[in-house]
C-alpha cells in the first residue's frame, strides 16, 4: 500500500523556539493532506487540511498564525509550530486520502510527539 | 462538535474471547472506515464499509453498518494479544475527503 512518511517520530524544544515536522507521500502525489492532533488517551482532531500550491484550510478553533502549514509539492507537506508552548505538547499526525474515489482508505505517518520545556 | 461516539471506552477480555465496539455518528455519511492505533503510533487502516452496505467482513473481523440509526459495530473474533491497541472509527461524509474519527475504544486482550 501507499507510504506515508513523518519526521521527526520525536522531538524536543524549548518554550518560545519553533518546530517543523514533515510529511511525505513516498510512493504517489498527494495534492491533498491532513493535519491531526491527539492528546493521550483521546481521538485525532482535524486541524487542517494541506492543499497543494494554495492556502491550507484550518478547522475552527485552530490558529493559522501558530500551526504554519505548506505544501510545497505533490509529495510535501509540513507543519511548523510557532512559538511553543508547553500546552502545545501533543502527538501530531498527517494522513494522505488514498487516490481514486471517495471509498478509499487514508494513509498516515507514524506521528510526531512534540514536548515542549 | 461533528466527531463521533465510540463505546465502550475500554475493553479488557481474555485471548479467544470475543471484542465488539460501537460507533455512532452524526451526519450523512459515504464511508465508514475503522483504524488500529498501537500506542504512541499511527494508525493502520482496518476495514472500510460504504453507506450502501450493511455488513462486511476481513479474517477475523466484521463490520455492520445500520445508516438509519447513524450506527457500525466492529466485531473481533478470537481475539489475540497482539489485537491490544485502540480503535477508532471514522467517517468520510459525501464530497468531503476529510475523515472524522470517533473517540475510540482501548481494547486490552489479556493472555
Known amino acids: ?117 | 462538535s461533528q466527531q463521533g461516539e465510540e463505546d465502550p471506552q475500554a475493553l479488557s477480555i481474555q485471548e479467544g474471547e470475543n471484542a465488539t465496539m460501537n460507533c455512532s455518528y452524526k451526519t450523512s455519511i459515504n464511508n465508514l472506515q475503522w483504524y488500529r492505533q498501537n500506542s504512541g503510533r499511527g494508525l493502520v487502516h482496518l476495514i472500510l464499509i460504504r453507506s450502501n452496505e450493511r455488513e462486511k467482513h476481513s479474517g477475523r473481523l466484521r463490520v455492520t453498518l445500520d445508516t438509519s440509526k447513524k450506527s457500525s459495530s466492529l466485531l473481533i473474533t478470537a481475539s489475540r494479544a497482539a489485537d491490544t491497541a485502540s480503535y477508532f472509527c471514522a467517517t468520510r461524509n459525501t464530497g468531503f475527503q476529510k475523515l472524522v474519527f470517533g473517540t475510540g475504544t482501548r481494547l486490552l486482550v489479556s493472555p
Not at chain 1, 524544544?13 to 492528546?39: H, N, P
Not at chain 1, 500546552?87 to 487514508?106: K, L, V
Request: net charge neutral.
Open chain 1, 1 to 117: 500500500g501507499a507510504v506515508v512518511s513523518q519526521h521527526p517520530s520525536w522531538v524536543i524544544c524549548k518554550s518560545g523556539t519553533s518546530v517543523k515536522i514533515e510529511c511525505r507521500s513516498l510512493d504517489f502525489q498527494a495534492t491533498t493532506m491532513f493535519w491531526y492532533r491527539q492528546f493521550p488517551k483521546q481521538s485525532l482532531m482535524l486541524m487542517a487540511t494541506s492543499n497543494e500550491g494554495s492556502k491550507a484550510t484550518y478547522e475552527q478553533g485552530v490558529e493559522k498564525d501558530k500551526f504554519l502549514i505548506n505544501h510545497a509539492s505533490l509529495t510535501l507537506s509540513t507543519l511548523t509550530v510557532t512559538s511553543a508552548h508547553p500546552e502545545d505538547s501533543s502527538f501530531y499526525i498527517c494522513s494522505a486520502p488514498g487516490q481514486g474515489t471517495q471509498n478509499t482508505e487514508a494513509f498516515f505517518g507514524q506521528g510526531t510527539r512534540l514536548t515542549v520545556v
